[in-house]
């Protein structure tokens, strides 16, 4: 590896991990492994290897929700990692991805030390507040977190790469191969287990079994099966949509709305910290409606330091929030009104969001696209892969621009018609069924095109014993 | 009581108790006690409507949630609380043997105790308090998280 594939793959750890940038899908595309060992293999010249490492990954990570305190490491980082494994030692995906899963806790101090850091920034934009130098949020909440991230960032990627390569020069990756690829049989055993575990239907094994049985039995390809399920959900989905077209009568105009939302998309996990979460944040998509709202310097600071308190939701299915807010702004203006008002509804509405919405785009569709990417990867279908990550985007992006209109003018109705939306998805229903057998299909093709032909009957006791290890533990914890 | 878990957490139902607790502790039913949000006909809609499937969500003043705890309870019951003046107010009208801490966030006033734990001085004290009386006190954010047990003095 050069000097210049380190700068670029650290510029892109950071960019995935902050998820700033990417007008809030960055955490939904680029930090996903499968995603994630693509761009690994862009930068090192081998896509598709770097691909097929990355979706390994993400079987290992497929259980992953950010709220549900995982074990296992950084997964964007470990994704990289096991892409530059791949592609460097010459290693199949699963040994790949076994040899890079320890590196990738490195990853965790970032999110670790992240909310704690951040306080610092906190800190000082509400010292000069009170210094009444009416401090730049876009500079607190934006440019520095950021510029701190990526330094995080390098250091992380240099010194995970570092301990790698040393770790290769003390035992040589390839010589501890038959290890490393039944490490990573284990660890998608065990993850697939755990999911399937958790996924609590009725017919969860059976479904997976059979797939995985026919996808074997039938030599079915992926891209039958990712057709079958687009025209199932096409056929699932809700056919009304409704989009507001109201006009904008008042001061604010609907530019200034999409300049409000495209900032909150980009920043919301920005200044991510244990104080405020994502209060400076709110405040930073609020900067531009204050500021057209108000001319007087000093009521504008106010106005916008108001906002930066406690605040936490998820970022796509709490824009009715923020675009309630902003017409209540606009209605503060006019009437002279507190603070309090707005703030109580602000702190009423944001955990009930959060709470749907991580049900919803973090348990629901964020699993279940890129599970389909991940099976389509494994089958060899590269170009195919990228389909069900893109609907995924639009979908998110859909969810959170749709809200923010909707909440600025329908108000609070709108969050409650959200609630009701999620509740009768019949996605959400029929979820568990699809995914578990998506998931039967990714581990029947990653298995039988990994084999190793004179290991077969060893292969499959470890399988076995695996899964069968994974049942018990589970059993133990009920 | 045995089937009912306290916990403090001023977003109520959030993520992490939504996608975590409420899986592990197996709860078929949540109590929102919050005095405000129970006299505020909009929002107890919007948390009742919020909860997730097979769970009935309840929002009920302290004094309601009180009487209704003191019943023998069948369904496994998780009691939400936005603040620790509140459990206090809670702690004097129901018997409780447990009580635990997830989401106390910044303010004017308090300190930050543990990660994204604040307390100030008073707060601090109330829980002392009842450490003393012999009930267990946690801060634990996410069931998998290790829990810190304050003592009392």
Known sequence: ?478 | MKNVFVRIDDRLLHGQVVVSWIPYLRAKEVVIADDEYANDEFMSELIKSSGPEGVIVHVKTIDETAAYLSDDNQNKILVLLRSIEGIKKLIKKTKISSINIGGVGAAQGRKRYYNSIHLSDDELNILNDIANDNIYVEIRILPKDKAIIIKGN
């Open chain 1, 1 to 478: 590896m050069t000097f210049s594939d380190y700068c670029l793959l650290s510029i892109f750890y950071f960019w995935a991990s902050s998820t700033a940038f990417s007008v809030g899908i960055g955490y939904y595309t680029i930090y996903r492994p499968i995603m994630a060992g693509m761009a690994a293999g862009l930068i090192l010249a081998d896509i598709k290897t770097g691909m097929l490492a990355g979706a390994v990954v993400n079987i290992i990570f497929i259980d992953f929700i950010s709220t549900g305190g995982s074990l296992k490491g950084d997964q964007c980082l470990t994704a990289i990692l096991a892409a530059a494994a791949s592609i460097i030692f010459k290693l199949n995906p699963l040994e790949a991805a076994a040899a890079a899963f320890p590196f990738g806790f490195l990853g965790i101090l970032i999110w670790k030390y992240r909310l704690k850091i951040n306080n610092i920034f906190v800190h000082i934009y509400e010292k000069k507040y009170k210094e009444n130098k009416a401090p730049d949020i876009s500079l607190y909440n934006g440019l520095f977190p950021q510029l701190l991230l990526f330094m995080m960032s390098l250091a992380v990627i240099i010194t995970a790469f570092y301990l790698m390569f040393l770790f290769n020069k003390l035992i040589h990756f390839n010589s501890i191969s038959v290890l490393l690829y039944y490490i990573g049989i284990i660890l998608v055993i065990f993850s697939v287990s755990n999911v399937l575990y958790k996924i609590k239907i009725k017919y969860n094994y059976a479904i997976f079994i059979s797939v995985f049985l026919a996808a074997l039995v039938l030599d079915m390809r992926a891209y039958i099966l990712f057709i079958l399920i687009v025209l199932s959900l096409l056929y699932l989905s809700e056919k009304k949509v409704s989009i507001v077209r109201n006009s904008f009568n008042g001061k604010l105009k609907r530019g200034d709305l999409v300049y409000s939302w495209f900032i909150w998309m980009n920043y919301s996990h920005s200044c991510y910290s244990y104080e405020r979460l994502m209060g400076l944040a709110f405040a930073h998509s609020m900067k531009n409606i204050i500021r057209k709202l108000y001319a007087d310097e000093h009521e504008i600071a106010e106005a916008i330091h108001n906002h930066t308190e406690f605040f936490n939701t998820e970022p796509n299915m709490g824009t009715p929030i923020h675009g309630y807010i902003i017409s209540l702004e606009e209605e503060r203006m006019l009437n002279n009104q507190s603070f309090e008002d707005i703030s109580y509804i602000k702190k009423g509405m944001m955990g009930i969001s959060a709470g749907l919405g991580d049900s919803f785009t973090q348990a629901i569709l964020a699993p279940l696209f890129i599970s389909m990417s991940v099976m389509l990867c494994l089958d060899g279908s590269f170009y195919l892969a990228f389909i069900p990550v893109i609907i995924l985007s639009v979908f998110i992006l859909f969810i959170s621009y749709n809200g923010f209109m909707n909440g600025y003018f329908q108000g609070r109705e709108s969050m409650l018609q959200r609630i009701k939306d999620v509740k009768q998805s019949k996605i959400k229903l029929y979820f568990p069924y699809i995914f578990s057998g998506i998931l039967g299909f990714s581990i029947s093709k990653l298995l039988f095109n990994n084999i190793r032909p004179y290991e077969d009957i060893f292969t499959l006791s470890i399988i076995l014993f695996a899964a069968v290890i994974m049942f018990i533990r589970k059993r133990g914890e009920q």
